[in-house]
């Protein structure tokens, strides 16, 4: 198939314009360098079914020939960079950038999945979070522009299902993990992992008690790729995550021992509207789809960790 895949050069887009080129698909790469690596792709360029296009989804876009399928990944997902001076792009990048994609899925007649997040609930009220749930999202607050971001995105895909007759699909992320991560994102693994390799302290917000649940990226771009080629009749939106959870000091015992790291933990304030506690409810994926994650959390830092290991001194930073 010819597949678009938006947001191609970041920690997902990366991971997935692999696994699909594995497959022996199509693939056109979009990106425009904001948060994303040219170097998570850097190996693809030699293939004669790869190939890569700078632009902003924030722009319209039109394409020669025929694409099947889109998946619109594109959006700062790093919290130093949505919560700071970058919050209206990220708004903009949600909003106009799913008109731009759901336009081009229209007049090309192709499936158009949207990677939303499980930010949609907020903080949560309801634990573990189930699809229905409506979420305690503040409209305001610093994280607003991503959390009603991916709302409005959603409500855009689904209305272009009711009214212009686009087969959608929508997904809902939880943290999720492995390699092509940015060190520099503000992620809580990455940045534990980077801190530990490097001696430096590490820093949690809050008291640690926060929860959260991890999935590694393979798992993640298994349950992808099936949503996306699920039946016409399954819209969405499904939870995609991994319901073991683990609270962040938990998260950072476990990398610095796996490490050996002689860093400490340190405590700041906790950022406003940062979840207290954050798992997927997944029946829907396991009913539906027959599928679970496969890597636990041990499992997927160990193969995290040797990613930075044998990358880091290339970054800057």
């Known amino acids: 198939m010819n597949i678009l895949i938006t947001g191609g050069t970041g920690f997902l887009g990366a991971n997935l314009c692999h696994r699909l080129i594995q497959q022996g698909h199509k693939i056109i790469c979009l990106d425009n360098g904001y948060t994303g690596r040219e ?4 190996d693809l360029f030699s293939n004669n079914n790869f190939s890569f296009i700078k632009h902003d989804i924030c722009e319209p876009l039109s ?13 700062p997902a790093s919290p130093p960079a949505y919560q700071g001076k970058h919050a209206i792009r990220t708004t903009k990048t949600s909003v106009l950038g799913a008109i731009n994609m759901l336009e081009l899925a229209k007049k090309h007649n ?6 939303s997040t499980s930010e949609v609930y907020g903080d949560p009220l309801e634990h573990p979070q189930k699809e ?51 060190p520099n994102d503000g992620r809580v693994v990455s940045n534990f992992i980077c801190q530990a390799l490097s001696g430096k302290d590490i820093t949690i917000y809050g008291d640690g008690s926060q929860t959260r649940s991890f999935c590694y990226v393979d798992d993640l771009i298994d349950i992808m790729i099936m949503v996306m080629n699920s039946s016409k009749d399954f819209q969405g939106p499904i939870n995609t995550g ?11 015992e476990k990398i610095i ?43 997927g830092l160990d193969k995290t960790i040797e990613y930075f290991k044998t990358c880091i001194k290339n970054f800057k930073g």
């Open 39 to 42: 170097s998570n792709i850097k």
């Open 132 to 182: 229905t749930y409506r979420g305690n999202v503040n409209p305001i607050g610093i994280r607003a522009c991503y959390d009603e971001g991916k709302r409005c995105a959603e409500s855009l895909f689904f209305d272009y299902h009711r009214h212009e007759e686009v087969d959608i699909k929508v997904i809902r992320i939880f943290n999720t993990y492995g390699p092509y991560m940015d």
């Open 242 to 252: 991994n319901p073991g959870e683990f609270t962040v000091k938990e998260l950072a």
């Open 257 to 299: 021992h796996k490490i050996n790291s002689k860093s400490k933990i340190i405590y700041k304030d906790l950022p406003l509207d940062d979840p207290s506690q954050r798992r997927p409810d997944i029946t829907l994926a396991k009913n539906k789809f027959g599928w679970e994650p496969k890597v636990n959390l041990d499992n």
């Open 63 to 75: 394409l020669d020939g025929k694409l099947d399928q889109i998946y619109n990944l594109a959006c």
């Open 110 to 115: 192709a499936t158009i999945l949207q990677a």
